[in-house]
């Protein structure tokens, strides 16, 4: 069964379609997806491009190397836990801030 049951029928001209459908497909969304993100307040956001997902699972790696040398640092006591938590942090947070940046929807400002 649907989870929506009204139908909505909206005519385009040739040039609004093409809008719609060019927006749609850069955000990578059906135009139906794209229409109901702008209906509840928001702007769907182009789809990162191609290496973003590399660069994020390489921000991870990095990330879980530092752990990884901040165990053996920790078990030899060659590292300050508090100095080295920080980076890690900072670390999570640039990830973090870079997804938001580039895949989070924005909401409208204007009504």
């Known amino acids: 069964m649907r989870k929506r049951g009204i139908r909505v029928q909206v005519w385009l ?3 609004e379609n093409t809008r719609l459908h060019t927006s749609a ?3 990578g969304l059906s ?3 794209y229409l109901r993100s702008l209906i509840n307040g928001y702007v769907p956001k182009e789809l ?3 290496d973003y997902f590399a660069m994020t699972r390489e921000l991870h790696a990095i990330g879980g190397n530092l752990n ?9 006591g060659h590292i300050d836990k508090t100095v080295f938590q920080y980076e890690a942090n900072r670390l999570r947070k640039a990830v973090q801030d870079i997804m938001e940046a580039v ?3 924005e909401r409208r400002t204007n009504g």
Do not use: M, R, S, V
Not at 68 to 76: H, M
């Open 13 to 15: 001209n040739k040039e």
């Open 25 to 27: 497909k850069k955000a």
């Open 31 to 33: 135009q139906e997806g």
């Open 68 to 76: 990884q040398i901040a165990a053996k640092a920790n078990a030899t």
């Open 103 to 105: 895949t989070a929807p």
């Open 48 to 50: 990162p491009p191609l």
